[in-house]
């Protein structure tokens, strides 16, 4: 008995310990919202620590998990750089008034759609990596199955791939929320819910998260899945039997954005952060990390196993129209109404 | 807490023999107030008033003033003027404590804590981090107004000593048998639940009313609450799918009921049979409990999935075609089977022991078979039990949100929509609210259906007279009902298991199955650096501070979940039911929503505790409380409360009886209380994917990023080490615990025939 | 056993539930050393004033004293009371010297010096050597006396008995009642002592408060309560008793002169005025004769008789209703049907004031 009370005492001491330990202090350090995967998150922190000595603290969460913290944490914000992810929720924060204005003295280094990007925002949020949007096959079960070797957008609505196409629910998901803002731009608004539908019979399941058609593509769990072209290579490098292809037809992408959070504690540290991370040294982080998104700083070598941009046919992206909430709302709105629910 | 009451209520020292008795008797003297007010004082005089940062250098400069001054410091310097205020609630309490005559000065004392309470909560909510918090305040007032950061240790204590003073007062006016103890929990539970579960819920629930401008408009929330999405029945009229709501329910009800049932067959088999495995049982029934969510749903693609080793097996022996079955329904439904059926194990189990033998042996002598003994004494006496069991899946179901995320298929249920109404594509927080309430009104619909099938029957087993009976054998077909149940079940969960198992050392499950410890090595290397070890895995971090956080949260929802219980069962007082129902409310409402409520709440002073380990200990002790406060409310309604009483009228105060008959009689509760939360605090996601911070990062958000990013060999890694560690400290709980002595005889074997 | 025992005083006390009364506005005294029984059917209210007592219920209104200090607003745990109770409340976690060793050992009393004290009231409740067994493992008798020896350890101001032998077999309470009243009467103790048996009341009490409907039906010896019940219910309660009415013809100072059916009797008035009146006649008080005795018998028929070893019981059929008679003095046996007269004694009827 006596053990285990002094055992008590020690655990609520320590315990005790760590509960008093506030809120970080506010100097030499930098609070950063890393929404890229872990391997990638860790070395760009590091590296930055060991260049410039300010100690960071960095929390990986989802983009959409991001935006709702700094909404939540507005008036006291926490975060002061949110790097990385999907660039919507950069958009609208930057539409809230959550983020800040910058222009980094980097800005001419960048490719035109980062620039875009930033240009889009009134300078709230700049691009830092895009990838195009696309999809991929399990090549061992279109073989199996004799099927010929999808190629474009409507090599999909084939019947043979009945229940064989995984998407993402764009509801959830901003991956798929490209695709659906994509075809709008390819084919007009009432032609590309006419394709939805049409879709809508061989897909087998929305999934919650963008990724995940093409985790399910790898393990044949489905045969076709539609994602990012760089989610499918990272598949492809860990082994998988797939092919990852970018439609014949077009295809829109995604601008990985940072942004830096209004009333940020430590803005000085936040504008070195985010000059530095649009330096071709940070950027080459990316591909070690097995990120094979294509950076925004021209002259950031570009990993080879990189779907190259300039063999995909992009479309001209009009991010600030679909970036915008009302019609992102709008779009979701509809696509809840006329596709999500329709019989098979 | 313990400490000040016992101190402020018993003077009962102990006597020499000569003296002959050792109870006291001069009633005026029942309360003694001068340690609180004596601690008030120093709270306020002494104490830094607002919250510190322990890690800046210049944390005491400047003392009593500056950022570590105390309030009468800051006060009086006119710094902090409206701090000032807080002296005259003081100066009552000082008053009362001068005061002989008893009726007086327990009223001045209610007066006085009141008044107290109202003047730190006042001040601390007017005068907030940018100014005036309220536009009324500032036009009278006028400009942006002083500022002030969040309370501090001072301030804490403060808030303590008033509310205590105040229960000391109302104790002194024959409040609860005029038992300072009882008062004073119940005050101090009510207030942590107004803070921590009312506060926090109603800044959000509110949102559910607004429209994104945070405009009240009433229409809007009509809209939201009646829309077809979630209550549309297009799938009883037509080939369209069904509303989320009734998903939600439809799938609670089969969940509950599973894992009741399942729940019960493994308790029979544990307590009333002499199986061989019992042990190996035991920790199989377990194990899901302490499995990291998404874990399990990831078991069951790899077993069932198009390509799942099962589904490839039974494709090429028995040429049943592959199909995705498991995504939607089935798939939800099996994997919280698996993941609840223990917690209904563990309220049942101890309701099992609990059931008198007598009664059953009462049953069998008026001839009745063991069959109808067990239908007609023991299954209506598990009645609390069963409802408890069954409530607690129903609401697990409803809240669980990793398992519909990985396996849930075209199947919607409230908890990923409104995850996704938060942190979505198209952000609504008021429609995450609207689907909250839903939700919470379901809670409240099974809350209710169960306080109305248990009823006002009496369940008391556990008397003062000691039982001298045998528990009765299992009747035959009992028994090999729940060995049919259980077994196959446990043979279900073992191969998930050795699955999750295997899963950690290969390369990638399901597709390359090359033995490798890459997993390991990247989460959990260890090198032996200048200084010693060095942990440089990336999991690391994340592994030490989940485990200190949650073996602070653990101990403190059991001591409050218990507490509450035993306030619920044992005493009565005016708004019981409704206080019983606010101790289920953070329970029942989805986690994403906690979160994001408690950043609403707890971002701002004064109750400024965002990026500190113990916002997360918080949500996790009121998070898990419902369960201490449910499996204390069943074991307490066996016991019958002539002990307690006895227990009193041999002069033990309150806190005395608790410590040494209830707490001994309550050991299973304290046990299931301990473990859920531990483990709940190892395993939960949703409600702190918004709380933890750079420092204190929690297991379960890595596991999530990695399962994200596809990198299931490294989540699955995680999540074995964390398996292990949980039951390392089950077992430690259960030797820490130990048995419950009720001086019963041990069940005689039932043996099962080969055949039956 | 020292110290002098202690009174306690009931002034006016009240206890509500909600709408419902459990305790009506109740007053009385029960003096230092002595037993008073708290009798009355289930439900008027009896446990409830014991709890009061006890401090396990508060008082709505009302003063409680103890020792003529004012306990009204103390807890349980304050006042110098224990309890006995009726499912004895033996902890089942603790062994027979643990459960008796509590009391002294919540006091903060040494435990190697609580445990003396525990063997010593072992001891005086006849069960030394079975200090470490188990409740479970004790009979329902040993179980009461551990219960006792419990109470009995503080050596309380006043000790409380809550129908105590409710759970023991007619003989076994026979005897525990005696041992109690031994006890209380050895360590000179002040007893409250609840139960719904009026036999066991008349048997162990030095004074009884009848209780009926949340309020004081009566209080006195068992000899006043028998013989000058103050009303019907306590008449009936207390003892059986036929109930009759008589008529009172003529009153001679406190006496009177009574009329029933054809018999006329000289009893005490108690305060009856000329005029119909109720009359309580105690079984034992009928003679049954197979001849007329005189001016005071009536005629009956036997209806129904019990042989119960020491006396006969039978119900007569008779003018003046139907009457229960025990005949202590088993002369003969008369069989259902047999004709027979009942004769009236004036010692055992009584007039119940109106």
């Keep these: 008995m006596f053990l285990t009370r002094r055992a008590l005492g020690v655990a609520f001491s320590a315990g005790f310990s760590i509960v008093l330990a506030g809120p970080v202090a506010a100097q030499g350090q930098l609070t950063v919202y890393c929404s890229v995967q872990e391997e990638w998150c860790r070395p760009m922190m590091a590296a930055f620590e060991k260049e410039t000595g300010i100690k960071v603290s960095m929390t990986r969460k989802s983009s959409g998990e991001t935006y709702a913290q700094v909404k939540a944490e507005s008036a006291n914000p926490r975060g002061d750089v949110w790097w990385g992810g999907t660039g919507d929720p950069h958009m609208q924060a930057a539409e809230e008034g959550l983020t800040e204005e910058y222009k980094s003295p980097k800005l001419?280094?960048?490719?035109?759609?980062?620039?875009?990007?930033?240009?889009?925002?009134?300078?709230?949020?700049?691009?830092?990596?895009?990838?195009?949007?696309?999809?991929?096959?399990?090549?061992?079960?279109?073989?199996?199955?004799?099927?010929?070797?999808?190629?474009?957008?409507?090599?999909?609505?084939?019947?043979?791939?009945?229940?064989?196409?995984?998407?993402?629910?764009?509801?959830?998901?901003?991956?798929?929320?490209?695709?659906?803002?994509?075809?709008?731009?390819?084919?007009?608004?009432?032609?590309?819910?006419?394709?939805?539908?049409?879709?809508?019979?061989?897909?087998?399941?929305?999934?919650?998260?963008?990724?995940?058609p093409a985790k399910a593509t790898s393990l044949g769990e489905t045969t076709v899945g539609i994602a990012f072209l760089h989610d499918h290579v990272m598949m492809i490098v860990d082994g998988a039997p797939m092919k990852a292809v970018a439609p014949c037809e077009g295809t829109g992408y995604e601008i990985g954005s940072m942004s830096i959070i209004k009333g940020a504690k430590n803005m000085d540290n936040a504008k070195k952060f985010y000059d530095w991370a649009l330096t071709p040294a940070a950027q080459a982080l990316a591909a070690p990390a097995k990120s094979f998104q294509v950076p925004s700083n021209k002259a950031t070598p570009i990993p080879p196993q990189a779907p190259k941009l300039a063999d995909i046919k992009l479309i001209n992206f009009d991010f600030a129209k679909y970036g915008s909430s009302d019609e992102r709302k709008r779009l979701l709105a509809k696509w809840d109404a006329e596709v999500k629910n329709l019989p098979k | 807490m313990t400490a000040i009451t016992e101190a402020a209520g018993g003077s009962s020292?102990?006597?020499?023999?000569?003296?002959?008795?050792?109870?006291?008797?001069?009633?005026?003297?029942?309360?003694?107030?001068?340690?609180?007010?004596?601690?008030?004082?120093?709270?306020?005089?002494?104490?830094p008033w607002y919250w510190l940062d322990f890690q800046a250098p210049a944390g005491m400069a400047g003392y009593p003033l500056g950022p570590a001054g105390s309030g009468l410091a800051l006060a009086l310097s006119g710094k902090a003027w409206w701090l000032a205020p807080i002296l005259i609630p003081l100066i009552v309490a000082t008053v009362a404590w001068r005061t002989a005559d008893p009726l007086r000065r327990n009223g001045l004392l209610v007066f006085a804590g009141a008044l107290g309470l109202w003047a730190v909560l006042k001040q601390g909510f007017v005068v907030g981090l940018k100014g005036w918090n309220f536009a009324w305040v500032a036009a009278l007032m006028g400009g942006p107004g002083p500022s002030q950061a969040g309370f501090g240790l001072g301030a804490g204590l403060l808030l303590l000593c008033f509310l205590l003073l105040m229960c000391q007062g109302l104790a002194g006016r024959g409040w609860c048998r005029g038992d300072a103890f009882i008062v004073s929990a119940v005050g101090i539970v009510v207030a942590l639940i107004l803070l921590f579960v009312f506060f926090p819920v109603s800044t959000i629930l509110a949102s559910a009313f607004q429209d994104n401008a945070g405009h009240l408009d009433f229409a809007l929330f009509v809209a939201k609450i009646t829309d077809q999405s979630i209550w549309g029945l297009d799938c009883v009229t037509g080939r369209l799918r069904c509303g989320v709501a009734w998903n939600t329910l439809f799938l609670g009800v089969l969940v509950g009921v599973a894992t009741t049932a399942l729940g019960l067959a493994f308790a029979l088999i544990a307590t009333r049979t002499d199986f061989r495995l019992k042990g190996a049982l035991r920790i199989l029934s377990i194990l899901p409990i302490i499995t990291p969510p998404f874990v399990i749903g990831l078991a069951l693609i790899l077993l069932f999935g198009r390509s799942g080793a099962v589904t490839a097996w039974l494709s090429e022996w028995f040429g049943i075609p592959r199909s995705r079955w498991i995504y939607g329904l089935p798939g939800i439904f099996l994997a919280q089977a698996l993941a609840f059926t223990p917690i209904a194990y563990m309220v049942l189990v101890g309701v099992v022991q609990g059931i008198a033998p007598s009664l059953e042996e009462a049953s069998q002598t008026l001839r009745a078979s063991r069959w109808t003994t067990f239908r007609t004494v023991t299954l209506p006496l598990l009645r609390p039990g069963l409802a408890n069991a069954f409530l607690l899946g129903f609401v697990e179901s409803l809240a669980d949100f990793g398992n519909p995320l990985v396996l849930g298929g075209n199947f919607e249920v409230l908890s990923t929509k409104i995850f996704f109404a938060v942190v979505g594509s198209a952000t609504d927080q008021g429609r995450a609210a609207v689907l909250s309430l839903v939700l919470l009104a379901f809670t409240l619909l099974a809350f209710w259906a169960q306080q109305m099938w248990i009823g006002k029957k009496v369940y008391v087993t556990v008397g003062g007279k000691g039982d001298a009976g045998l528990p009765l054998p299992l009747p035959k077909r009992v028994a090999v009902a729940c060995y049919a149940t259980a077994l196959p079940w446990a043979l279900f969960t073992a191969s998930v298991y050795v699955l999750i198992l295997v899963g950690g050392f290969v390369r990638s499950l399901g597709r390359d199955y090359t033995i490798t410890l890459d997993h390991y090595l990247s989460g959990f290397r260890i090198e032996q650096g200048a200084g010693?070890?060095?942990?440089?895995?990336?999991?690391?971090?994340?592994?030490?501070?989940?485990?200190?956080?949650?073996?602070?949260?653990?101990?403190?929802?059991?001591?409050?979940?218990?507490?509450?219980?035993?306030?619920?069962?044992?005493?009565?007082?005016?708004?019981?039911?409704?206080?019983?129902?606010?101790?289920?409310?953070?329970?029942?409402?989805?986690?994403?929503?906690?979160?994001?409520?408690?950043?609403?709440?707890?971002?701002?002073?004064?109750?400024?505790?965002?990026?500190?380990?113990?916002?997360?200990?918080?949500?996790?002790?009121?998070?898990?409380?419902?369960?201490?406060?449910?499996?204390?409310?069943?074991?307490?309604?066996?016991?019958?409360?002539?002990?307690?009483?006895?227990?009193?009228?041999?002069?033990?105060?309150?806190?005395?009886?608790?410590?040494?008959?209830?707490?001994?009689?309550?050991?299973?509760?304290?046990?299931?209380?301990?473990?859920?939360?531990?483990?709940?605090?190892?395993?939960?996601?949703?409600?702190?994917?918004?709380?933890?911070?750079?420092?204190?990062?929690?297991?379960?958000?890595?596991?999530?990023?990695?399962?994200?990013?596809?990198?299931?060999g490294i989540a699955i890694a995680y999540a074995s080490v964390l398996i292990v560690v949980m039951l390392v400290a089950i077992l430690g709980f259960d030797r820490l615990v130990g048995k419950r002595k009720l001086g019963r005889r041990e069940a005689p074997p039932v043996t099962v025939a080969a055949g039956g | 056993m020292s110290k002098a025992p202690a009174s306690v005083t009931f002034r006016n006390v009240s206890k509500r539930y909600g709408l419902v009364t459990a305790v009506d506005d109740v007053s009385f005294t029960i003096e230092p050393g002595t037993l008073v029984t708290l009798l009355g059917p289930s439900g008027c209210g009896k446990t409830t004033t014991l709890r009061l007592?006890?401090?396990?219920?508060?008082?709505?209104?009302?003063?409680?004293?103890?020792?003529?200090?004012?306990?009204?607003?103390?807890?349980?745990?304050?006042?110098?009371?224990?309890?006995?109770?009726?499912?004895?409340?033996?902890?089942?976690?603790?062994?027979?010297?643990?459960?008796?060793?509590?009391?002294?050992?919540?006091?903060?009393?040494?435990?190697?010096?609580?445990?003396?004290?525990?063997?010593?009231?072992?001891?005086?409740v006849g069960l030394a050597g079975l200090e470490n067994r188990s409740p479970s493992e004790l009979s329902g008798g040993q179980q009461q006396r551990v219960a006792v020896a419990r109470a009995l350890v503080l050596e309380p101001q006043v000790l409380l008995f809550d129908e105590p032998l409710s759970n023991l077999d007619a003989k076994l309470r026979r005897r525990v009642r005696e041992d109690i009243r031994a006890l209380q009467q050895d360590l000179n103790l002040t007893v409250a002592y609840v139960t719904h048996d009026q036999e066991e009341a008349l048997a162990v009490s030095d004074r009884i408060i009848v209780m009926s409907n949340a309020r004081i039906a009566q209080t006195g010896t068992p000899r006043e309560l028998y013989e000058q019940p103050a009303d019907l219910f306590v008449a009936d309660f207390i003892g059986d008793a036929n109930i009759l009415d008589g008529v009172l013809e003529e009153e001679r100072g406190d006496r009177g002169l009574v009329r029933l059916g054809s018999i006329q009797l000289e009893l005490a008035r108690r305060g009856a005025k000329k005029g119909p009146v109720k009359l309580a006649v105690r079984p034992d008080a009928l003679a049954i004769t197979t001849v007329a005795n005189g001016r005071a018998s009536v005629e009956g028929v036997i209806e129904h008789s019990s042989y119960l070893g020491r006396s006969l019981e039978y119900r007569v059929s008779s003018p003046l209703g139907e009457l229960f008679v025990v005949d202590n003095g088993r002369a003969a046996v008369h069989a259902p049907g047999s004709k027979i007269q009942v004769g009236f004694s004036e010692s055992g009827i009584v007039v119940l004031p109106n």
Excluded at chain 1, 182 to 197: P, R
């Design chain 2, 13 to 47: 020292r102990p006597r020499s023999a000569g003296e002959g008795r050792g109870k006291r008797r001069t009633g005026a003297e029942s309360v003694r107030s001068g340690p609180l007010l004596l601690a008030a004082w120093i709270a306020y005089a002494l104490l």
């Design chain 1, 108 to 212: 001419t280094e960048l490719n035109d759609w980062a620039v875009r990007q930033w240009e889009g925002s009134k300078g709230r949020t700049v691009g830092i990596y895009s990838g195009a949007l696309g999809f991929a096959y399990n090549t061992k079960l279109i073989a199996e199955k004799k099927l010929p070797e999808p190629k474009c957008w409507a090599d999909l609505l084939d019947p043979k791939l009945k229940d064989e196409v995984q998407v993402a629910d764009p509801n959830s998901s901003g991956t798929s929320y490209t695709m659906l803002a994509t075809m709008v731009q390819i084919m007009g608004e009432q032609k590309a819910f006419e394709y939805l539908k049409a879709l809508h019979k061989n897909i087998n399941q929305y999934t919650k998260s963008g990724a995940a």
């Design chain 3, 53 to 124: 007592i006890a401090g396990l219920e508060m008082a709505s209104e009302g003063e409680i004293l103890i020792g003529g200090a004012d306990v009204t607003r103390l807890s349980a745990a304050d006042r110098d009371v224990s309890m006995v109770f009726q499912s004895y409340a033996l902890f089942p976690h603790m062994s027979v010297i643990e459960n008796v060793a509590y009391g002294p050992t919540v006091q903060g009393l040494p435990k190697a010096r609580a445990r003396e004290m525990a063997a010593e009231k072992i001891a005086v």
């Design chain 2, 532 to 712: 010693g070890l060095v942990f440089s895995g990336g999991a690391w971090d994340s592994f030490f501070a989940t485990l200190e956080v949650a073996a602070m949260a653990a101990p403190l929802t059991a001591v409050i979940g218990l507490l509450t219980g035993y306030l619920l069962t044992r005493q009565r007082f005016a708004g019981l039911r409704a206080f019983e129902f606010s101790t289920m409310l953070s329970f029942a409402i989805p986690g994403t929503v906690i979160g994001v409520s408690y950043i609403l709440a707890f971002n701002v002073p004064p109750f400024e505790l965002t990026g500190t380990a113990l916002i997360l200990v918080i949500c996790f002790v009121f998070r898990n409380m419902p369960v201490g406060v449910r499996s204390a409310v069943a074991t307490l309604s066996q016991i019958d409360k002539s002990l307690d009483e006895a227990s009193l009228t041999l002069g033990a105060r309150s806190w005395t009886t608790l410590r040494l008959v209830v707490l001994p009689l309550l050991r299973p509760a304290i046990l299931a209380t301990l473990v859920y939360s531990f483990v709940r605090a190892m395993t939960a996601v949703s409600a702190v994917i918004f709380l933890v911070s750079a420092k204190y990062n929690m297991a379960t958000t890595y596991i999530v990023g990695r399962v994200e990013a596809g990198e299931f």
